[in-house]
């Protein structure tokens, strides 16, 4: 109970107490001489009823800013409403009432008040925080460990050797341990695992633990007033002498109640009220010792405080502290308590901790391979679907990148490779299916140690980087370093010649003239550079930095290009539908629809506030999606949308989208989406990302659809398509297979097989389609030999497993299909059937293997030639 909710109930006390005495005294003093002298009028009606709206406002506020009441609060509040109902009930005073509406009084409003703890509390639990989409992108809080199953880097078994060791250790004088380790090495983390250590052994509550941090204070005096407070509170349990002793000689300690006013009494009666610091250190010693508790004191955050808070906290553990039944574990950096003492000028201050401390533990520096399991697991466990690139990477040659006696950009301890993971995996997560990993991770680490050569690879790209060479394949042209010779010359005779030496590229040159860059450092940039742009496997993969094509989206992540602008982008958000449409069809004009994609990309649900917008960037998308391109491998398409990152702004998970713009109205959200999905407007997009959600991992409870409904809508596609469609086009089958569901079927051990299949509905609209132009599918499902014809015996034909496997269950329901199609009943006359079947025959008698058939139908003799020509 806190001192606020002690003080009410006193309060509540005293007036139980002296009830009638306090009653008497409010009639003598208010009641009679000023509340009886007021009368009921219109006036006061309008400012109580002022003051009405003044507690409806602040009731309005409180659930606005969804208003935190504590329980103190609302126990004083409580308290107050029941004294007032008690005085309200027993009608032992004479109320004034409104003169419009007298059941109300006047201190009703008053007191109502009181009750706005109560309905906000009451409408903040009936109405909860939205709770908005989270990004899955968590950060790694730079926290010290709290449980050992956290204790990667194994030190609980040094934390298990020191609590030995403080227990074991007989109590006849103070006893220093010092935890020492550099900034960063996890000296509070293993604080915390010591006292879980210590927690575990103290079954009979033998110790007493307190913790201490004196960088919460400041200056000296504070420090050591806040040492004997916290010492005070901790032991106060045990004994109240203990406390009243602590409190006497932390006054004598810090010079303080020794008052004027005191100093004179002693003086005119000749004695003193306290004894001198040594006589009361001794006293008090001697009374913590009848406690028979150890008192262990761990001190942590030593080395960040200035060098006389230092010293002070050395002499509070040697001497002014120094109590016989103290323990203290302090966590520091010998380096930077060696500095301190040293520019105080305590002599040989190397050995001066000696003196103060049984022993110093030294916590061993993080290794290089720790540190790299440690990235490498992260890596894996928040980008799973990039685990085999990531143990590519980790598992070659590119592990010495975190060698630190190599002299390669190092990351020193678990808090430099937080950091990193925290710049590093969010932005990949974004981009990662447009870069290369390696690439990527390598450009990362050059950012996050050499941010400003990073901004001139970025802005000067042309200033060090050079894509003149040679050409390789459809990557085009690779950038190199420019070697600092190229820039001196009007001819760049010789350009093939790369120098595997960084020191010999413009970049290393303008460290050292411009950036003043130490050679150690230059050393570590170029065994990132010479990673990045001078590999000897010019083998490079397609979204490889090197590709200058590819080259700004290795910066995108938080850097504007010069190909489509941020504020060019913010601007067309901004605007509405229609606005945003038109400038979608400039942006393709201008062949630059690819960055805008990328550009949708990044919006999160955290982005949009509003139904509004939200809608509108939706409606944005599946038109971005579906608009014409023309592409130099596929000709003329749809640009496509990344199904994950649409299907996340559309599923609905937790109800978020609902709640966050439609007032929790999941059928509202329903309807708009079924809007973009309406089968009268669509394209194969639409087939495609339903067919890619159905399909992963598909869960009914974070979609907006269930499966049935987007079954449905895979056969209207497909449906709506057969009915205008030519036979032989790529998007009929595309939208066929598009109807293909996976199953999983369990297996045993707990694991799941998963299998494909079509649905009915497809497979019979796919069959009476065929039935309107039959010789085409016929002449479409026999397959040639793979080397046909290359040599006289290889002329060997087949059917497609298309038949048995997607289309029909067997070749026998294939032909029982076949035979007891009415020749005349078609749409088109068949001229191939019976020949089909007569090689169908053929095929069926040598168990459906390959057999040479000499066809007469041209069709079939075309398709054959032109494969083979092919």
């Known amino acids: 109970m806190n001192k606020y909710s002690k003080i009410t109930l006193s309060l509540i006390g005293v007036l139980i107490l002296f009830f009638k005495q306090i009653q008497q005294l409010f009639e003598d003093v208010i009641v009679v001489p000023i509340l009886s002298k007021i009368e009921p009028n219109l006036l006061i009606d309008l400012i109580f009823l002022i003051i009405s709206f003044l507690i409806f406002r602040k009731l309005y506020l409180n659930f606005k800013n969804k208003t935190y009441i504590s329980g103190n609060q609302l126990f004083v509040s409580l308290s107050i409403l029941a004294f007032y109902l008690f005085i309200r009930i027993t009608n032992e005073y004479n109320f004034y009432t409104f003169t419009f509406f007298d059941k109300i009084k006047y201190f009703d409003i008053l007191f109502s008040y009181f009750i706005i703890s109560l309905v906000t509390l009451i409408l903040s639990v009936l109405h909860k925080k939205t709770i908005r989409g989270t990004n899955t992108d968590n950060l790694f809080v730079d926290s010290p460990i709290l449980n050992i199953n956290e204790d990667v880097l194994d030190r609980n078994y040094k934390a298990k050797r020191i609590t030995e060791e403080i227990f074991q250790t007989q109590a006849n004088q103070a006893i220093g341990f010092g935890i020492t380790g550099e900034w960063g090495s996890g000296k509070t983390s293993f604080l915390n695992l010591l006292k879980k250590e210590i927690g575990k052994k103290n079954f009979n509550d033998d110790f007493v633990c307190i913790d201490f941090n004196p960088w919460l204070n400041l200056g000296v005096e504070s420090i050591i007033q806040d040492f004997f407070d916290t010492l005070q509170t901790t032991l106060k349990p045990y004994s109240e002498d203990v406390y009243r002793e602590i409190k006497q000689y932390s006054d004598s300690v810090l010079s303080i109640g020794n008052s004027d006013f005191t100093n004179s009494v002693k003086n005119l009666f000749g004695f003193t009220f306290k004894k001198n610091v040594t006589s009361e250190f001794l006293e008090l010693n001697k009374l913590l010792k009848k406690l028979d508790k150890r008192i262990i004191v761990f001190i942590d955050d030593f080395d960040r405080l200035q060098a006389n808070e230092i010293f002070e906290i050395l002499k509070l553990v040697r001497n002014t502290a120094g109590f016989d039944s103290f323990v203290y574990v302090v966590a520091y950096d010998k380096s930077y308590l060696n500095t301190s003492l040293k520019n105080l000028n305590i002599p040989n201050p190397e050995s001066f901790s000696e003196k103060i401390f049984l022993k110093e533990e030294h916590l061993i520096p993080v290794t290089e391979a720790q540190i790299e399991i440690f990235i490498k697991e992260n890596l894996i466990v928040n980008i799973p679907e990039k685990t085999e690139e990531i143990e590519g990477y980790f598992g070659g040659n590119s592990r010495a990148l975190f060698n630190i006696s190599n002299n390669i950009i190092p990351l020193n301890h678990l808090r430099d490779a937080k950091r990193f993971l925290n710049s590093f995996i969010n932005d990949y997560k974004i981009i990662k299916n447009e870069v290369l990993f390696v690439d990527y991770f390598h450009l990362k680490l050059l950012k996050f140690k050499y941010y400003d050569i990073y901004i001139l690879l970025f802005l000067n790209r042309s200033e060090f980087l050079n894509d003149k ?402």
């Not at 170029?526 to 700004?552: C, G, Q, T």
């Not at 949308?641 to 609902?658: A, E, R, T």
């Open 469 to 870: 060479g040679t050409y390789y394949g459809v990557g085009g042209s690779k950038y190199f370093l420019k070697n600092k010779y190229e820039n001196e010359s009007n001819n760049n005779s010789g350009f093939g010649l790369r120098f595997k030496d960084y020191n010999n590229s413009i970049l290393a040159k303008f460290m050292v003239s411009q950036l003043n860059y130490s050679k150690e450092d230059i050393l570590k940039v170029s065994k990132l550079m010479l990673r990045l742009f001078e590999a000897e496997n010019n083998k490079k993969h397609h979204l490889s930095i090197v590709f200058p094509k590819n080259y700004h989206k290795y910066f995108k992540d938080n850097l504007n290009t010069k190909d489509l602008s941020e504020d060019e982008f913010k601007t067309a958000l901004n605007s509405n539908f229609n606005g945003l449409k038109l400038k979608i069809d400039e942006w393709k004009n201008s062949n630059k629809l690819d960055l805008v994609k990328y550009r949708f990309y990044e919006i999160t649900l955290n982005d949009i506030t509003t139904k509004d917008q939200y809608e509108k960037i939706i409606k944005a998308i599946f038109y971005l999606a579906k608009s014409k391109v023309n592409s130099s491998f596929y000709g003329h398409q749809i640009l496509n949308f990344d199904y994950n990152s649409l299907s996340y702004l559309i599923s609905d998970k937790d109800n978020v989208i609902s709640n966050m713009h439609y007032e929790g109205n999941k059928s509202d959200l329903k309807d708009f989406i079924k809007e973009q999905l309406a089968v009268t407007s669509y394209s194969t997009f639409e087939s495609d990302l339903l067919n890619h959600i159905v399909n992963e991992n598909f869960n009914e409870d974070n979609f907006i659809l269930n499966t049935e409904e987007i079954k449905e809508y895979l056969v209207e596609y497909f449906n709506s398509f057969l009915e205008g469609s030519e036979p032989l086009t790529n998007e009929l089958w595309g939208l066929f297979h598009n109807c293909r569901i996976s199953h999983l079927d369990p297996l045993q051990g707990g694991s799941y097989r998963r299998r494909y299949e079509y649905l009915e509905e497809a497979k019979q609209s796919l069959i009476g389609f065929m039935e309107k132009n039959l010789d085409h599918f016929l002449v479409l499902f026999i397959n040639k030999n793979s080397f046909y014809r290359d040599s006289e015996s290889d002329k060997t034909v087949g059917l497609s497993d298309i038949l048995k496997n997607n289309v029909f269950n067997s070749y026998d329901d294939f032909e029982q299909w076949l035979r007891g199609l009415n020749a005349e009943e078609l749409e088109k006359p068949t001229l191939f059937r019976d020949e089909f079947l007569l090689f169908f025959d053929k095929l069926k008698a040598n168990n459906y293997n390959m057999v040479e058939y000499d066809f007469t139908f041209p069709l079939i003799i075309e398709k054959l030639e032109d494969e083979n020509r092919k």
